[in-house]
């Protein structure tokens, strides 16, 4: 488990970016696999995400996540709901204690936001398509729909594929610089012709600092490269695996 040194003064919050180790799962999903999507056994996934509850200090039935589909869709819980049947959303918020609110990642950004003077935390799954669409907004505002203040959030961008490992091409970038030529900054030229390195964390990042949040955490952790703590989507789609695990991150505010 990685924590967030932005994330770790409140007394009233706990968190982490947990890795792939210490789990359940063998093979291409060891060990500490999270995803209720992959192909690993469903009983042996569960039992890795109890072990990551036990560290929060909350019942496995109390770690939500929502059915993530690449949006900018935010969603405000006040309650548990089964594991699986979650809303469609990219980022989770609440004001709950007790109720742990996470995300799944294996490359995209996950990032974990906290108001502890409000009580108010939140979870959010930043892919390509919803940085650029807004997620990172859409959190902010539901935090403050349930008492946070932007100025009084700390954000923690957690590990994510880094601008060296992460080719895309010319289409691509053409989506970003047609929103605003200013995102063309994220991008530098990769070796292969009309192709670019994007920089996903970078753009995260800066869309933090737009939704005015008071204190912006990158830890600049790469899940590509650092094969031995981190799952990852492009790395398996490399090597032709045939699936791939997922790491979870996690907030939750003392009950």
């Known amino acids: 488990m990685i924590e967030a040194e932005s994330l770790s003064t409140a007394p009233n919050v706990r968190h982490g970016f947990f890795t792939r180790e210490n789990g ?44 993530q589909h690449h949006s900018p869709d935010a969603v405000i819980a006040t309650e548990a709901w089964p594991a699986q049947h979650g809303p469609r959303a990219d980022a989770v918020v609440t004001a709950t204690p007790g109720l742990a609110v996470s995300i799944n990642t294996a490359d995209c950004t996950p990032i974990l936001f906290s108001d502890p003077k409000a009580g108010v935390v939140g979870a959010a799954h930043a892919g390509w398509k919803g940085a650029l669409g807004g997620v990172i907004k859409w959190t902010v505002a539901a935090m403050e729909e349930v008492g946070a203040s932007r100025a009084d959030i700390s954000a923690a961008v957690g590990p994510t594929i880094s601008q060296k490992a992460y080719e895309v091409g010319p289409e691509y970038q053409q989506q970003f610089v047609d929103e605003d030529d200013a995102f063309a900054r994220f991008f530098v030229p990769a070796e292969r012709e009309t192709h670019f390195m994007f920089d996903l964390p970078g753009f995260v990042e800066m869309r933090l600092g737009e939704a005015g949040v008071g204190t912006v955490e990158n830890m600049k ?13 492009r790395r398996t789609t490399h090597r032709k695996e045939p699936d791939y695990g997922r790491q979870l991150s996690a907030i939750v505010l003392s009950d």
């Open 221 to 233: 952790i790469c899940t590509y490269s650092d094969e031995q703590r981190f799952f990852s989507y």
């Open 24 to 67: 359940h799962s063998a093979g291409i999903y060891a060990s500490l696999n999270t995803g209720l999507g992959s192909n690993d056994d469903r009983e042996t996934v569960m039992q890795n995400r109890t072990e990551i509850a036990d560290k929060l200090g909350v019942p496995v039935a109390r770690l939500i996540a929502p059915y």
